[in-house]
């Protein structure tokens, strides 16, 4: 029990720190901000890795394959369309 | 991975692990932190991304993990299918594509839960543990389907009308109700497998019917909403697999998911239980044109307008989403240029909900060269109306509507805007008066400080270009 509110304790304390952190982040940038965090929802391809990667267990590791194709769509494609969106943003005086 | 280390160093690979989770947080939060200013937020993005490599890396030396034939096989099929879609997608397209991108979170972190049920021992599993993991593929398999309904809405596979049947909220509550009820039971039943597929079609099935009765315009803040669950699914993957890195990564995401669905609603004057209940859209249409009868309205032309504008000391530009259906981003930039080259000071005005999804306006003219310190949010640049000599709005209409403010019976009353109105001139880009998304008349139109430039977006501004070149 006592791991179960550990994690509870980390889970609540990080959601405060993502409010803090995302409510400082300018309307400009809302929807590269959205597609950003989508990307980092990604990080459950960590527990696909190690679903996949264990073996003697049949159709868990198949499991494991879908979820980490998912979730590395997820992240790869996250990651690449949030670069490409923020690449755009120029000041000025760096245009031309 | 493990294998290659040597024995000595063995025991420790656990703390190193952890050691480097505790590196990949790091870049992840400082990552958001820049995320802050647009100098800075490419460089945030780039660092949260190695965040997520460092963290998979030196999973890969987890002890559990013994092969990497699928390993590899997941992530390149995984990797080139995220590159191409990401590389491939139009910038108007953003919502549909974070949609997608979020639907297979969301699905990855259901098939995490359901795989580590089925390769653990559960019998050695805590109540905690099947807790969560029912709870996470809830989450995620609601996440999965929700988000793929969203993504048809967007892309007009599925109707964007709210698909409705009486009761219908009863009924997704009942859903709702009886899949926790469910988790409940599996808790103290785990070896039940009756019990766990209920809960993974009756979730799948939640999504559907949570997402079908939502109008397709309220489709942005559903996509947000479940970008918010996903990161819950995350979480609760975490909790599983007692990960710190995938609880706390879920947990900022889920708290970015709910900021911005607070602020896309906020900026509707909805509230979220109006947005998800409400199956809003469609209907009302036809009643506001008809209103438009005996109100006169001042028609203007490309030479007026160049006029206007080439003399004037700040002329603000609202853009609407109509701007970039019209593909009209790259002349504007070039009408704002030939106005600047004369001294004229040219800014944005840029509304919350402007474009397909908060700041997607921004994007869509960033991808036109427009310098980002020219676009100005609702707060920065209301203040600054007053002193505007002229505003061109360009495909925008209720973000602009002075009923917002004026009369309370109005369904946008209470509604953010921008207060074009108090420019000393403003001039209406449009094909015609029709009423905008929520099916409202717009008094801005027929004010005496007002004129209409009636056409197609881009012709207009292209005839704009040519009458100010012809000034010289």
Redesign the interface.
């Known amino acids: 029990m006592e791991s179960l509110i550990f994690n509870l304790f980390i889970f609540v304390l990080a959601s405060f720190v993502g409010f803090e952190l995302i409510s400082k982040v300018p309307p400009t940038l809302h929807t590269p901000l959205m597609s950003g965090a989508n990307a980092i929802s990604g990080i459950t391809v960590i527990g696909a890795v190690v679903v996949a990667g264990s073996v003697d267990t049949g159709y868990a590791q198949w499991i494991g394959l879908a979820a980490i194709i998912f979730a590395t769509i997820n992240v790869v494609g996250g990651f690449l369309v949030t670069d490409r969106m923020l690449e755009m943003f120029k000041k000025k005086e760096g245009n031309q | 991975m493990s294998q290659f280390l040597s024995d000595a160093f063995l025991p420790h690979v656990p703390t190193f692990i952890q050691l480097f989770y505790l590196l990949a947080m790091s870049l ?2 400082f ?3 820049k ?5 800075t ?2 460089s ?3 660092m ?2 190695m965040g ?1 490599l460092l ?2 890396a030196v ?2 030396f ?1 002890q ?5 034939e ?2 590899i ?3 390149a ?3 080139i ?3 191409f ?3 491939s ?1 139009a ?1 108007t397209a ?1 919502p549909e ?2 949609a997608i ?2 639907g ?2 969301g ?3 259901a ?2 839960a ?3 049920f ?2 653990a021992d559960i019998s050695l599993w ?1 109540g ?1 543990d099947l807790a969560t993991a029912g709870l996470g593929i809830m989450i995620g398999s609601l996440t999965f389907t929700g988000s793929f309904i969203a993504f048809g809405k967007l892309q007009g596979f599925i109707s964007g009308r709210p698909v409705t049947f009486p009761g219908q909220n009863y009924f997704n509550l009942l859903l709702t109700g009886v899949i926790l009820i469910l988790v409940g039971w599996f808790v103290t039943d785990p070896s039940n497998l009756t019990i766990f597929w209920s809960i993974f079609g009756l979730s799948l099935l939640l999504g559907v019917f949570t997402v079908l009765p939502i109008g397709g315009a309220d489709m942005p803040v559903v ?2 909403l479940l ?1 918010s669950y ?2 819950l ?3 609760m ?24 669905t607070n ?1 896309m609603c906020k900026a509707m004057n909805r509230t979220l239980g109006n947005v998800l209940f409400g199956a809003f859209g469609g209907g009302g249409e036809a009643r506001a044109a008809e209103e438009t009868g005996g109100k006169s309205v001042n028609k203007t032309t490309a030479d007026d307008v160049a006029i206007q504008c080439s003399y004037a000391d700040k002329v603000v530009i609202v853009p609407g989403y109509g701007l970039a259906v019209a593909q009209a981003q790259h002349i504007l930039k070039e009408v704002a240029g030939m106005l600047e080259k004369k001294g004229v000071t040219v800014k944005y005005g ?1 509304h ?1 909900v402007a ?1 397909r ?4 306006m ?2 869509l003219l ?2 036109a ?1 427009v ?5 100005y ?2 707060d920065q640049i209301n203040p600054e109306f007053k002193s505007t000599d002229v505003v061109l709005v360009i495909g925008a209409n209720d973000v602009v509507n002075p009923a917002a403010k004026t009369s309370p019976g109005s369904p946008i009353y209470g509604m953010p805007i921008l207060d074009v109105e108090q420019a000393r001139r403003s001039i209406v880009f449009k094909r015609s008066l029709s009423p905008g998304f929520a099916g409202i008349d717009n008094e801005l139109f027929y004010a005496d400080d007002n004129q209409m430039f009636f056409g197609d977006a881009k012709q207009s501004l292209q005839d704009l270009a040519v009458a100010i070149k012809e000034l010289e």
């Open positions: 992840f939060i990552g958001i932190k995320l802050s200013s647009p100098a937020a490419r945030g993005n780039q949260a991304a997520m963290g998979v999973t890969l987890d559990e993990i013994l092969t990497f699928f390993i096989a997941g992530m099929v995984g990797g299918l995220g590159f879609a990401a590389r997608v910038m953003m594509m974070v991108f979020n297979f979170g699905g990855a972190s098939l995490v359901w795989g580590e089925s390769r805590a905690q996509i947000s970008n996903s990161g699914a995350a979480s993957a975490g909790f599983v697999i007692s990960n710190n890195l995938l609880i706390i990564s879920g947990a900022l995401v889920g708290a970015a998911g709910l900021i911005l602020i840029i919350p474009g999804m908060p700041g997607h921004n994007v960033a991808e060269d310098p980002y310190d020219q676009l949010d609702m």
